[in-house]
Each structure stands twice: as structure tokens, then as C-alpha cells.
């Protein structure tokens, strides 16, 4: 969410401005970017994977 990003960019302003913190903050998991993104909507359903309601009869 936002504040992973703004987690990120603190850290990466942080190793800019002193490159020795990198392998200390990349240790803490601070350094990785999250890689999710939205699943794109298909079309004939709802949304990227939520089809019409079913009803057999």
C-alpha cells in the first residue's frame, strides 16, 4: 500500500544520500520493491475474476 511506498522511497533517499546504510536496510527487507500489481478486469464477467451469479434453474 502507500505506506510500503513511502517506506521505499524513504529508504532510497536514505542510500542516496549514504550509500554505506544499503546492505544494512536491504537486511531489514527495505530495499525490495513490492511487484503485485491489479489484475487486469476480463471481459464477459464482473471483474478480474468474478463471474455472474450462477443459478441452476
Do not use: C, W
Not at 22 to 46: C, I, N, Q, S
Amino acid at each position: 500500500g502507500q505506506a510500503g511506498a513511502i517506506r521505499l522511497g524513504i529508504a532510497r533517499a536514505l542510500v542516496e544520500y549514504n550509500e554505506t546504510l544499503k546492505p544494512e536496510l536491504r537486511k531489514a527487507g527495505l530495499m525490495t520493491r513490492d511487484a503485485r500489481e491489479v489484475e487486469r478486469k476480463k471481459v464477459g464477467l464482473h471483474k478480474a475474476r468474478r463471474a455472474t451469479q450462477f443459478s441452476k434453474r
